[in-house]
Structure formats: C-alpha cells, structure tokens
C-alpha cells in the first residue's frame, strides 16, 4: 500500500507547536517517567524544554505551556488528574484512549511529536525507551497502522533526493503542521548529498596525498641510478 501522499482531504488535527510538543512530552513520561507522572506543570515545562530528544529545542514559558494543555484538555485530548492530599495539579494525556493507540503507536506517535519527520530506521532507535521494536518491520506496521486511522495520524512523505529511505510524518499539526515537516525533509535529503559530497571531496584529498608520495618514492629510487 502506498501511503505517500499530500494532506489528507477528510477533516482531522490542526495542533499548533507549542500543542504538539506539549503532547508528545506527556505521552514520552508515561513510559520513561511512570513513576511521576500524571506531570505538573514545572515538569511539563523541563520536558517541553529540554535539550536532548527534541527537534526543535523549544524555551516555552509557563504560560505558554499551561495554555497549551488548556487548549489540548478542550480538546479532550489531556485531562487533570487531582491526586489526594495533593497541592500541585498534574495533567495526562488521553489520545490512547481517544485514538485506540496502544503502547508501540503511542511510542511511534510521541517520536514522531518530538523529532519530526523521521524514518523507520531512526523511529525504531529513538523510541526504544518507550517501547521496543525487535525489527524495522514492526515499526513499518505501527507506521501503516496509523496512516490508516481516521482521522489519519501519519503519512510517509516523497522521498528525498539523495536519501534511500522515506520519511515519515505525524499529521496532528495540520496543514501548516505538515509542510513544515515536508520542508525538513528535504532539508534532510540535501543534508544526505552534501554529506555524500563532502566524503568524496575526503577521498580525493587522500587519493592525492597518496600520489604525492608515490611521486617521491619514484624520485628517490630514480636518483639512485643517475
């Protein structure tokens, strides 16, 4: 089945980022945290925050963070939980019930939220604290799984030139959402070539130092006999 294709045309999310990194920060701390989660806000934020595991690496406010998880509890997609004796409110995700994702797409779906556009391959390494894959093939199936949800939740973009596998996108940032991601993508591609190129450049830069002492080994051995 092919999955590449352009926005779907059936209604489905339109998230904006501060949403989307809001989401995939409660969905990645119910499996890597457990032990403190549902989050409070302070912690939603140093997740939003960090420095490792996001692309792009966000500095969101409090505010910021506390109207994103307004907005996604509206949307029913996040919900507080009031724990006895607590003081802190805490707040957890709820699209594995709203969407029916069991825990390997909820793993695939908050890499996706996280990291962008990314390929089987790199999906499989990313979410394996959160889930483990044993093959690629498994990934691909989560990755089929959702394109085929209705709403849809994924797709796989053109591939890149330049690049040997396609990549794969989340699609509950909308329109906009999507072409941001399609844009990396094709950063991604040109990244592979100039990377690709750069190697050769190395290869010849080596292949002519290597000339160069063979020219002067000749000289040597040819000095020998005049």
Partial sequence: ?????????????????????VLGVLIEKSFVTPDSYPLSLNALMAGCNQLTGREPVMELSEE??????????????????????????????????RQSLPPGEQAVLATLLLRGAQTAGEIRQRCERMHRFGEIAEVEAVLEHLAEKYPPM?????RAPGTKEARWAHLLGGTEGLAQQAEGNADAGGGAARGRVAELEEEVRHLRQEVDWLRGEFEKFRAQFE
């Fill in 1 to 21: 089945m092919d999955n590449t294709a352009t926005t779907p045309d059936e209604p489905g999310f339109d998230l904006d980022p501060f949403e989307l990194r």
């Fill in 64 to 97: 910021a963070v506390q109207g994103a998880v307004d907005s996604l509890m509206e949307r029913r997609l996040v919900t507080r939980r009031d724990q006895a004796g607590g003081r802190v409110a805490k707040y957890e995700h709820q699209i594995r019930l």
């Fill in 154 to 158: 994924a797709l796989a973009l053109p």
